[in-house]
């Protein structure tokens, strides 16, 4: 799906509903999903592509893209809500809801396929009994497909909070899992 161009607003134009004074009025609201919004497009205001940017750094500082951060995007970039949300919608990285305090990506790719991470899926479903694109019940740990993390070499791959782990075994994801849980536990204590 490609993604739509921005189309910037000339200096001084109001835009879809306001334009550069509106964007203003948003940096200063109290929500932070507007706000986020509102600084993120500021940043890349008038940048080609600026779109999936400025969904980057929402998600970034919000851990998702909340509803109320859209109509802020749209207008700053005098984009439609739907054009918005269906670039958001369309990628499997962004998400509407935050994550849970661990993201654990399992690659999904030929490579890593080919080298038992179906089983290593199964396995990691059963263990967290939720599915992908889904986090715990506790809230503890998301899990996401991803299409290749670079480590075929060393397949099947993992990658928990950033971090890859290659060669993945289903007790050696346990151990992984483990280990993440007891950091959260002591940082808690």
């Not at 290659?166 to 993440?180: C, F, H, Q, S, Y």
Request: glycine residues 8%.
């Amino acid at each position: 799906m490609p993604t739509p161009q921005a189309k910037p607003n000339p200096p001084g134009s109001a835009g879809a509903r306001g334009g550069d004074s509106a964007l203003s009025a948003a940096r200063q609201s109290a929500a932070p999903a507007v706000k986020a919004a509102a600084q993120a497009a500021t940043q890349w205001h008038g940048q080609p592509g600026a779109l999936l940017p400025i969904l980057h750094d929402v998600q970034d500082q919000l851990g998702c893209i909340p509803a109320d951060a859209v109509p802020t995007i749209a207008e700053a970039l005098n984009l439609s809500r739907a054009e918005v949300h269906g670039v958001v919608s369309f990628y499997p990285h962004f998400r509407t809801e935050p994550a849970g305090r661990h993201v654990l990506e399992l690659c999904r790719a030929e490579s890593c396929q080919a080298m038992g991470a179906e089983r290593l899926a199964d396995h990691v479903r059963q263990t967290l009994g939720c599915d992908f694109h889904h986090t715990t019940s506790d809230g503890a740990v998301t899990l996401e497909p991803v299409y290749c993390l670079g480590l075929c070499a060393q397949s099947p791959a993992v990658m928990l909070d950033g971090k890859p782990h290659a060669r993945v075994t289903p007790d050696k994801l346990d151990r992984i899992l483990d280990r993440a849980m007891q950091h959260t536990q002591e940082a808690k204590a």
